[in-house]
């Protein structure tokens, strides 16, 4: 299997070995999404596999594939959590030692759940800023060792795991008497959508399949641009499971073979869509999980009447991240507004503020303010949070009377990141 590209064949071997190993997870039709879009939507729940995410299936049949002498010397890796997860798992399981690199900017949560699913058998590394940076670390590392680096995304042994978990959702949704007109699933290096296009379209060469990208780390839509992967000068980390700067050239190459379209969302989207998904079905997902889900609101028009697969692929989510995930998602919905305004040094001058400027329904939820010596005005960092986005040109224009000069921190993204 190391030329031309991984099938369904592939996949139906590697499931044979990993039947036994891991969750054959839900294929779950959701009521609430299915009358929001207008068509039948079906959730693959990866979130609920043994490491809540799919990244086991991929990691526990490549190490399965090396040779004792292999094995014996040990594993590396370098993940953004969910991939050294499963490498933790399955060398606890087969008593192999792994070190696995993560990048300092890796969630606690995900840090811990390595520690947790590995044991004794784990050494871990932080280094890097990124997945990339952890990644060069962790091959050198190998290659130094004499021990055999186990790729997240482009490797075909990877690949034909990770596909397993379309083969379990295809056969479910046919004995159910579900026909997928779409199958959406998440990219960041491309291993998933990669194993699960090669399973469906290997079966079911009429179903569109869909990559997801998030709109801050589409290296693969640039590498569909440019004929091949490159490397993007940065990406936004928000999207962590996703965040990878360039997809393999295995990966590329299939997903060249097997995906119909690629869709970026945007990260306000994505945090709009795991409060969403907690809110009303009770999912925790974590931002690369709840990626398939939010394209929907992208292709809301093409999917009426379809029938619709999105594999939530991961549910490996800090709960101290969501603070942030609530503010970027009122951000995205118009609700949240941040400016710096100019206020005059005079008592009183907040009562204006409040009574000309804001609306009635109008909430400060940012109040920073320090008084300038001998200044007739005094800058002011100030947050409002809106209950109708349709409100926010009322609010501009009584800013603008207010003080001419205010600055809207959505327009300057430098002042938003110093200040906000």
Excluded: W
């Excluded at 499931?15 to 068509?39: C, M, N």
């Excluded at 005094?378 to 947050?383: N, S």
């Excluded at 109708?388 to 600055?407: K, S, T, V």
């Amino acid at each position: 299997m190391k030329l031309g590209l991984v099938t369904d064949h592939e996949v139906r071997q590697a499931y044979q070995l990993l039947k036994k190993q891991v969750s054959h997870t839900p294929l779950q039709y959701d009521r609430y999404l299915s009358e929001k879009y207008g068509a039948t939507i079906l959730l693959k729940r990866e979130d609920l596999q043994k490491v809540r995410s799919f990244k086991l299936r991929g990691a526990y049949y490549a190490i399965k594939q090396l040779p004792a002498e292999k094995l014996a010397k040990g594993v590396v890796c370098a993940s953004a959590g969910n991939h050294a997860q499963g490498v933790a798992y399955t060398c606890q399981e087969l008593g192999t030692k792994a070190v696995i690199f993560m990048p300092t900017t890796t969630p606690q949560q995900k840090i811990s759940q390595v520690r947790f699913f590995g044991g004794k058998q784990v050494v871990i590394q932080l280094v890097g800023d990124t997945f990339d940076q952890s990644a060069e670390a962790a091959r050198e590392y190998a290659e130094k060792n004499l021990m055999t680096f186990i790729d997240p995304f482009n490797d075909f042994d990877i690949i034909a795991g990770q596909g397993t978990l379309a083969l379990e959702m295809m056969t479910d949704a046919q004995a159910e008497g579900y026909q997928p007109d779409y199958v959406l699933a998440a990219i960041g290096g491309g291993g998933l959508i990669s194993g699960v296009g090669a399973y469906v379209k290997g079966t079911s060469p009429a179903t569109k399949i869909i990559g997801v990208e998030p709109a801050g780390a589409m290296s693969m839509q640039a590498a569909f641009d440019h004929a091949g992967p490159v490397m993007l000068q940065q990406v936004e980390k928000f999207v962590d499971g996703a965040a990878v700067k360039e997809v393999g050239d295995i990966t590329y190459a299939h997903a060249q073979a097997y995906v119909d379209q690629l869709v970026a969302v945007d990260e306000g989207l994505v945090c709009t869509t795991i409060l969403e998904l907690y809110g009303k079905q009770a999912i925790v997902c974590e931002p690369a999980g709840a990626l398939s889900v939010a394209a929907l609101e992208v292709i809301a028009d093409d999917i009426k009447g379809k029938t619709v697969i999105c594999v939530i692929s991961g549910g490996n989510n800090d709960i101290s991240r969501m603070a942030e995930i609530e503010e970027r998602s009122l951000v995205y919905e118009g609700l949240q507004h941040y400016f710096v305004v100019n206020f005059p040094q005079r008592p009183g001058a907040l009562k204006e503020f409040v009574s000309e400027v804001l609306g009635s329904n109008d909430d400060i939820t940012r109040f920073e303010y320090t008084k300038k010596i001998n200044r007739g005005t005094g800058p002011v960092v100030i947050g409002i949070l809106l209950k109708d986005p349709n409100e926010l040109e009322q609010l501009l224009a009584n800013l603008a009377a207010f003080d001419p000069e205010f600055i809207n921190l959505q327009d300057n993204a430098s002042l938003y990141t110093l200040l906000v």
